[in-house]
């Protein structure tokens, strides 16, 4: 079993890496923010996720935490996941980590995408005109982008004790910074060198 975790600022391509990922190695793509934006549509927390949304506040842990647990034990055959905005802060982490030792699990590798703010914001500001996600706005990003920075950041600190820290640039265009990935799986993993090259 796999299990990745991707870290980045809001727009350093976290979704889209993770997706990618997903598909070459077959991997259970796990978004929080997509998580809670599905619940947001249909489930009874709704009005209670968009208020911190909207806010570019983290929802409460208590929240997001049984949502992904819930995420995982659905899937417990897989190959295993690419959790994509989770965790973000130092309780979500050791949550998440208690949570897969129970299970027998771990995570290997945490990929840490980085981006300057200003190319992050531009970058949303893009992506804002097709999106249709009300946070993609100037104001909100600036709030998600501090978020980041406050609570998110020290967590790559608790990974890198842990040796599982891996810096990429986010900066290049999509597929240099998936090569860089792949490589870094690659070099990992002798198991899936096969497979990988495979799929290339
Ligand atoms: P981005 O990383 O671009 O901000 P996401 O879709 O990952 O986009 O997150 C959007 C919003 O969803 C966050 O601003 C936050 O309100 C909420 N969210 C996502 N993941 C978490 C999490 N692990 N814990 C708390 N809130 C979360």
Redesign the pocket.
Known sequence: MLNLLIF?????G??TQASLLAKKYTLNHL???????QERENGPLGVK?KK??????????S???KM?EEAIKKDLNGNGFIF??????LH?AKALDRFLKTLGKNIQIVLNLKLNSKTATER?LLRSKTSG?S??NKK??A??LQ??RQQTTPLLEYYKTQNKLKNIDGSPAIKSVFQQISEIIKNRFSPFRKKAAANE
Do not use: C, F, M, T
């Open positions: 980045g600022p809001p727009g350093a976290k979704g978004s929080s923010g997509e998580l809670l934006r996720i911190y949304q909207d806010a570019g506040q983290l929802v409460p842990d929240l997001i935490i992904i994509d905005g989770y965790p973000r802060n979500q949303i996600r946070d993609d909100i990003i709030s998600r978020v980041y």
